[in-house]
């Protein structure tokens, strides 16, 4: 540092910010999310750290003939310039990195992409290094102010609360054996069987399954799957065909055709279990009927939430994502599909939706996780740009109240649903889903609304833990305690899901 420049530090004080490097910095525009960034270190930054990096090692550069940090300036940096080298190329690579992002505004969403061994200090001149790196993209912020709103109200009835109440003791009714054929809403057993041609892409021996009007797959679905099996008895096949999604694991038969089979082993009807006080105890602790209902009236409640959010949110961001056109790379989109598919069970989950319900859900997810990732990605960046605007954070109390619901919905302890969090790394993932929630609370306490009845609608998916083609799902839904053992109850026996490899 100069005497100048030592004077000027003195002046200033501990508040002096460190010199700035000299830069020549190039930015390419690959893409709205896409930049190539060249850069050149100028030589007097160069010497200036090297100095600096000498300097520390004055004291303890042990030399030959002389005593501890006693050699002499030129002896020490004839021979520890090397040494230090490396320390100096992580400093200047480090730094001028920081300064670069600063400058320029680059709001990067990943780690630069380049290898730090391939980078060196020349002898003379500057030190040039250059990196890809994905950014939030820039645009207008529409405005968000004033929107017009539909909002769905329902005032739940106690007719309401029997149909939710039925269809919630259904998971803990037994299944009795039924010589008949199958109606809609019974259960049976199935073989499944795809293949292509000749060829057994995945098969699955005892699949305990509700017949309801749709089977969903990672990577199919069936529509008309309850018109098939009415009307089957045990020993009886039904086949069907269906098409493979564009995101299947398996990408050789990505949006092709694949027939399935289906062997009915078994058909059963459900008996929904009695209300009697030692059940409602076990269930949950309820003190009777009344108590119940009241839980169930409330879930009711959380439930409608979800879907005004739903609704609201979809009417907003589809309202401010018009003019949001810009491609995403690909790699972006396929290392943020896991987090979109967490995101959205984490959301479901924590609004009281059961874990049949979420799989089916997380199969329709990963039937469209590109278009569906690029969708919630360019919500995102309109959301966040909303927070930053409105300086909107995520305190503390928030992740509290949000690890809070989860528990309550899964029925385990707080700390567990945190330690499950934390082991999946899914911390900036509740980060964002708390930010995005605050910023559409925002928009909508500017809103305007307009309010539309809501329909209570019964599930009508059943969605098995299969892979159609085969191969392993890029997501599978996190799963809450025991949310792995299947509701349907054999005289005593649980079947279990069958995973495919």
Not at 308 to 326: E, P
Not at 365 to 383: C, D, G, I, P, Y
Request: charged fraction near 30%; charge should be negative.
């Amino acid at each position: 540092m100069s005497n100048q420049e030592e004077a000027v530090a003195s002046e200033a004080g501990d508040d002096t910010q460190p010199q700035k490097l000299e830069l020549q910095v190039q930015i390419d525009k690959k893409s709205a999310c896409e930049r190539h960034i060249t850069v050149e270190i100028g030589r007097e930054s160069i010497e200036r750290y090297f100095e600096n990096a000498l300097k520390e090692l004055m004291p303890k550069a042990a030399v030959p003939g002389f005593r501890l940090g006693r050699a002499p300036r030129k002896l020490v940096e004839t021979r520890f310039r090397k040494d230090v080298s490396e320390q100096v190329k992580g400093s200047l690579l480090m730094d001028s990195l920081s300064q670069v992002s600063t400058e320029h505004e680059l709001s990067p969403i990943s780690e630069p992409d380049f290898d730090p061994l391939s980078v060196n200090i020349p002898d003379e001149g500057p030190m040039k290094f250059e990196f890809d790196i994905e950014v939030r993209p820039e645009f207008d912020l529409p405005n968000w102010k004033g929107l017009a709103i539909d909002r769905p109200v329902r005032e739940f009835t106690d007719a309401d609360v029997d149909v939710q109440l039925k269809n919630l003791l259904a998971g803990q009714g037994q299944l009795t054996p039924h010589d008949g054929p199958a109606a809609a809403g019974d259960f049976v057993s199935l073989k499944i069987t795809a293949k292509s041609g000749d060829e057994v892409l995945s098969e699955t021996t005892h699949e305990g399954v509700c017949v309801r009007k749709t089977l969903s797959f990672h990577d199919a679905t069936l529509e008309g799957f309850e018109k098939l099996i009415v009307g089957a008895k045990a020993g009886d096949k039904r086949t069907a065909e269906v098409e493979i999604s564009e995101n299947a694991a398996n990408e050789a038969f990505r949006g092709k055709k694949v027939s399935l089979e289906f062997e009915v082993l078994d058909v059963k009807k459900l008996e929904l279990p009695e209300m009697t006080p030692e059940f409602l105890q076990s269930v949950g602790g309820f003190e009777s009927e009344a108590d119940m209902r009241d839980t169930v009236r409330k879930a009711l409640e959380r439930r409608l939430k979800y879907h005004q959010q739903q609704q609201a949110r979809k009417q907003i961001l589809g309202a401010l994502t018009v003019a949001a056109n810009w491609d995403l790379p690909p790699e972006l989109l396929k290392r943020q599909a896991g987090r979109e598919f967490e995101r959205s069970v984490l959301e479901l989950r924590r609004s009281g939706f059961n874990e049949a319900e979420i799989r089916a859900h997380g199969n329709q997810l990963m039937q469209n996780s590109r278009e569906s990732t690029a969708k919630s990605l360019k919500e995102h960046f309109v959301l966040e740009r909303i927070a930053e605007q409105e300086k909107i954070e995520a305190v503390a109390s928030d992740y509290e109240d949000e690890v809070a619901l989860i528990a309550e919905q899964s029925g385990e302890s707080v700390r567990r649903v945190r330690a499950q969090i934390e082991k999946r790394g899914m911390m900036d993932t509740l980060h964002n889903q708390i930010i995005e929630r605050k910023a559409i609370d925002q928009i909508l306490a500017d809103a305007k609304f307009k309010d539309t009845p809501y329909s209570l609608e019964l599930p009508t998916t059943e969605a098995i833990d299969m892979a159609v083609a085969g191969g392993t799902p890029a997501s599978d839904i996190p799963e809450a305690e025991n949310a792995g053992e299947s509701p349907y109850k054999h005289g005593g026996e649980t079947t279990t899901t069958t995973k495919q490899s």
